[in-house]
């Protein structure tokens, strides 16, 4: 399978290249090809500003991504063989379903995106794949996500199906409609099911380089983003089984099951896993 690259042809009508774009920021820090000018000049802001702080961004991403690839293989491995990736991004190496078919050849996997951009990507890439697609949905609609008929009929909700939210909530500025999304997220949850989360959390940056990196974050597609706890992240797997070791740096998330996947000390993102318990 080839990546889908993005050129002045590709691009559909009514695509706002002038501004920075989340996914696109964070598809350059992977280094990844399929962004623009602007988002490589917001990237390298961030970039500037984790210095700042004495660690890499890049490599912050990185880890997360590392993340994705043990949670998925993990989850595969004991038997959950359907994903929902919410707020998916642009594709990249190791996606989801590449990860989770390696490990389960039946698993199947819905990308779910409201960036034209990355649909646009994601739909070019699973052209031949019949166990994975990419829908168009809002995370600020969970409900209507999880209602969405492609996606009912593609996984099945009477089985386990495990719930991705990674890297998305802390462009959710609003706790109380991140708390509503969660609380739907693990209501849609069938007996076995998981929800998986990594999120932006600060470790060592000063209020200075937070500031910096809001501003950022500000002039982008996404309009904020904002840090939480480990405590405040609990909160969201009200009801559900944490998987060990809780919620931690994506670094210490069983790092033993791959390579050491980075630095824990200069991390900034929390993950966790949760089950809903068998009934």
Do not use: C
């Not at 210095?51 to 990185?62: A, P």
């Not at 409900?143 to 969405?148: E, N």
């Not at 009912?152 to 500025?173: C, G, K, N, T, Y």
Request: zero cysteines; aromatic letters at 6%; proline letters at 6%.
């Amino acid at each position: 399978m080839t990546k889908y690259a993005v050129t002045n042809k590709a691009i559909p009508p009514g695509i706002d290249t002038t501004t920075p774009n989340s996914a696109r920021i964070y598809d350059y820090l992977l280094g990844g090809k399929d962004n623009f000018a602007p988002d490589r000049a917001a990237a390298e802001q961030l970039v500037d500003l984790s210095r700042r702080t004495g660690f890499d961004v890049r490599e912050s991403v990185r880890a997360n991504r590392a993340y994705l690839v043990r949670m998925v293989r993990t989850l595969a491995a004991a038997g959950v063989h359907q994903f929902l990736d919410l707020g998916a991004g642009l594709p990249t190496q190791q996606n989801v379903h590449q990860v989770a078919q390696a490990e389960a050849p039946s698993a199947r996997v819905v990308y779910v995106d409201n960036d034209p951009v990355v649909l646009n990507h994601a739909r070019a890439l699973l052209a031949d794949s019949k166990r994975t697609i990419a829908v168009e949905g809002d995370l600020r609609e969970p409900g209507k996500i999880l209602a969405d008929p492609a996606i009912r009929a593609h996984l099945d909700f009477e089985q386990p199906v495990a719930i991705l939210v990674l890297s998305i909530l802390h462009f959710f500025s609003d706790d109380e409609q991140v708390a509503e999304i969660m609380a739907t997220l693990r209501e849609a949850l069938p007996p076995g099911g998981h929800l998986a989360i990594s999120h932006s959390y600060v470790q060592h940056s000063g209020p200075n380089e937070m500031d910096g990196v809001r501003s950022v974050f500000r002039k982008t597609t996404a309009g904020d983003i904002k840090n939480r706890t480990a405590e405040e992240l609990a909160v969201y797997f009200d009801g559900l089984e944490l998987l060990e070791p809780g919620v931690v740096s994506v670094e210490t998330w069983r790092p033993w099951i791959d390579q050491w996947p980075g630095d824990p000390d200069h991390s900034s993102y929390l993950a966790a896993v949760g089950r809903k318990p068998l009934e």
